[in-house]
């Protein structure tokens, strides 16, 4: 079974200052882990995503993770804040199969509410 | 290229009463999901389709709910009749056949009153 953790309800930064989002995981399998970001009255946007290659994924806007497998952990960072950045994130973990395949079902984490303050 | 399409986006409707979700995928891709979050939960896994063919319909929540997918292409998902606890956004997501990954749609608000 997969399950996610997002630690933080909500996020509260200023502009211009660094973004850690945190996210710890549990899979059965080889995991691909994933963030998504929904604007207010949007759909839900692939930020980046981590299939067993590099372990720091680089994503869109200047977002970056880093798959830990000893901490299981895929925590969301990036270096400086703007205004578009305020969004609600999700963490997301998706198994691959005993054989390698992945069925594509997702589970999410509770999603983190970042607040961007000017 | 189109992304993945959902209609209605906002849908009210009476306690009792039966409602009817579209998704459009986006072409090509092979596999269909719905997800629906619950206010102040999280978003959780409805059902999955294969082309037509239902992959996986463990999250579905009873028999009120009813999903197809006809010929492959677009999925309907049926509540009926609809029950106050449906109140949600139903997402519809959209992947290629290795489905690391998926493109969703806007999603349509339920509202049951």
């Known amino acids: 079974a997969q399950s996610v953790t997002q630690l933080d309800s909500h996020v509260s930064v200023s502009e211009g200052t660094p973004v850690l989002l945190r996210c710890n995981y549990s899979?059965?399998?080889?995991?691909?882990l994933f963030w998504y970001v929904q604007h207010p009255n949007k759909g839900l946007q692939l930020l980046l995503k981590y299939t067993s290659a590099a372990t720091l994924v680089k994503g869109i806007n200047g977002f970056e993770a880093e798959f830990k497998k000893s901490e299981t952990s895929f925590h969301l960072t990036k270096p400086s804040a703007h205004m578009s950045d305020a969004a609600e994130y999700f963490c997301?973990?998706?198994?691959?199969?005993?054989?390698?395949?992945?069925?594509?079902?997702?589970?999410f984490g509770q999603g983190t509410i970042l607040t961007v303050h000017p | 290229e189109a992304g993945v399409t959902q209609f209605p986006s906002h849908s009210v409707i009476e306690k009792g009463q039966t409602v009817t979700l579209r998704c459009d995928p986006i072409s090509g891709h092979d596999n269909l999901y719905w997800y629906r979050r619950v206010m102040g939960k999280e978003i959780k896994f409805l059902l999955h389709f294969v082309k037509e063919s239902k992959q996986d319909e463990s999250g579905m929540p009873n028999n009120r709910f009813l999903a197809e997918r006809t010929g492959g292409t677009y999925s309907t998902l049926k509540v009926q009749p609809a029950e106050l606890e449906d109140s949600g956004v139903y997402f519809c997501?959209?992947?290629?056949?290795?489905?690391?990954?998926?493109?969703f749609g806007q999603g349509t608000r339920l509202t049951v009153v």
């Open positions: 899979s059965s399998y080889s995991p691909s």
């Open positions: 997501a959209s992947s290629t056949t290795r489905g690391l990954g998926a493109f």
């Open positions: 997301v973990v998706s198994d691959l199969g005993a054989g390698g395949t992945s069925y594509g079902k997702l589970t």
